[in-house]
């Protein structure tokens, strides 16, 4: 695998794993009684970002790591995984 390849790969799991992380921790202002005047009361309290960030660099480099095993030891292929149709390996 390039360094390119490596990095693109990290990229879109570092932005999955953000998405998933986004969520977490988030109060709106309605839950945190301090409705802003003019936003809307759903909106996040506090989003700390920074936290999210770190967060998801730290899983997003585990899910890598496991990733690259699993591609340089063969541990899984899509040989293994049942209920591929034949037709998508070839």
């Given at each position: 695998m390039s360094i390119v390849a490596a990095a693109a790969i990290y990229f879109i799991i570092w932005w999955l794993v953000l998405f998933a992380v986004l969520p977490f921790g988030v109060r709106s202002q309605h839950e945190a009684g301090d409705v802003v005047p003019g936003s809307d009361p759903g909106a996040p309290q506090r989003t700390a970002m920074l936290?999210?960030?770190?967060?998801?660099?730290?899983?997003?480099?585990?899910?890598?790591?496991?990733?690259?095993?699993?591609?340089?030891?063969?541990?899984?292929?899509?040989?293994?995984?049942?209920l591929i149709p034949r037709a998508f390996l070839n």
């Open positions: 936290n999210k960030v770190i967060m998801t660099t730290i899983v997003a480099t585990i899910v890598f790591g496991l990733y690259y095993t699993n591609y340089t030891l063969g541990l899984i292929t899509l040989d293994d995984i049942p």
